[in-house]
């Protein structure tokens, strides 16, 4: 209901009268990690399942049983997108980087950080995405403000080797084993320490570069609010 409502609101937007070509939504207890809603678009009737009447006409049906792509169609209607499908986690993964330097204690709450727009980072010049740069943030304010220049820093506090081990205590990387068919296998898209150099620690750090599930994110959540897991168990 409220994706359906999500998506009448986008019609007609920058991207069309699409809105956006997928929406995943994951509820979760974040004191157990417990799933207690999950839903994406597009979606499909579970009792007519085979039904693209909701998004192609009769004419584009007909063409794709004619050219054997109608299963292909279908598969990819049924896949589910909160644990198949990856995406670069974005500014959500921030928190993890600011969880990893409080924890190890790399980061102590009380710095200051100047962004400009920008920050040199080996050879190359990262944007932050407040191009005229946000001025003097502390480290809540660069949460709030999301900016990309003060999680950089932050990111070389905490340096390549202990961001690593962090990434894989918040679960990044690996499987959540959920009792659903289907979850993708990340562990060759995010970084290990022979891939994350200077650059790939920066970008990392404000949650680019790397790719992971819905379902892991939610799950690094459950990791932030409960304490380091048993990685046996995982």
Not at 4 to 19: H, I, K, L, V
Not at 33 to 48: R, T, V
Not at 201 to 225: C, D, P
């Amino acid at each position: 209901k409220y994706i359906s409502n999500f998506m009448d609101g986008m019609a007609n937007g920058p991207r069309g009268a699409e809105g956006a070509a997928n929406v995943g939504v994951i509820v979760a207890n974040p004191k157990n990690g417990e799933i207690l809603a999950m839903a994406s678009y597009p979606s499909f009737d579970l009792n007519n399942p085979k039904d693209l009447s909701a998004y192609y006409t009769e004419e584009e049906i007909k063409e794709m049983q004619d050219n054997n792509t109608y299963y292909d169609t279908l598969n990819q209607l049924w896949r589910n997108f909160c644990i198949s499908d990856t995406y670069e986690p974005g500014s959500t993964a921030k928190t993890i980087t600011i969880a990893t330097g409080l924890e190890t204690g790399k980061i102590t709450g009380n710095e200051t950080y100047q962004c400009a727009g920008g920050l040199q980072v080996a050879d190359h010049y990262i944007r932050c995405n407040v191009r005229s740069g946000h001025g003097t943030l502390d480290v809540s304010g660069a949460l709030e403000q999301s900016c990309n220049v003060a999680l950089m820093e932050m990111g070389e506090a905490i340096g390549v080797k202990t961001m690593i081990k962090y990434e894989n205590i918040f679960n990044l990387g690996l499987k959540t084993n959920i009792d659903l068919a289907g979850e993708a296998r990340t562990a060759s898209l995010v970084y290990n320490e022979s891939t994350m150099g200077e650059s790939e620690l920066a970008t990392s750090s404000f949650g680019q570069g790397f790719n992971v599930t819905m379902i892991e994110m939610a799950a690094a959540a459950e990791v932030g609010s409960l304490g380091e897991p048993d990685m046996e168990s995982l």
